[in-house]
């Protein structure tokens, strides 16, 4: 088991910053990935940003330029410096981790981060 631990999020203005962090602590193997997902109300939970132990990051075309993941491996930390946002980008936000093999997902409790206009 996997337990994942969040922190960060809240109100912001739009145009401001906000940075989430998520600790993964438990069994972990050497080859997986983290990053985040989010979910607005009515909609689907899309993906944010992912980072892979081998280094490749993946974003979301909605947050490429402005969110940058980065991570810890050594404290199995991901963080999400969020720039520039915007009101659609309110949503819960949700820590994920993710082992490559066998694949097996967790996921964290959500975070709200709120952006007003």
């Known amino acids: 088991q996997v337990q994942l631990m969040e922190s960060g999020g809240g109100l912001v203005q739009a145009g401001g910053s906000l940075r989430l962090s998520c600790s993964a602590s438990g069994a972990i193997f050497s080859r997986n990935a983290m990053g985040w997902y989010r979910q607005a109300p009515g909609k689907e939970r899309e993906l944010v940003a992912t980072?892979?132990?081998?280094?490749?990051?993946t974003y979301g075309d909605s947050v490429k330029g402005r969110f940058t993941i980065s991570r810890d491996n050594a404290d199995n930390t991901v963080y999400l410096q969020m720039n520039s946002l915007k009101p659609e980008d309110t949503a819960v936000y949700y820590c994920n981790f993710r082992h490559l093999s066998p694949i097996t997902e967790y996921w964290g409790q959500g975070t709200q981060v709120t952006v007003s206009s």
């Open positions: 980072s892979f132990t081998g280094g490749v990051r």
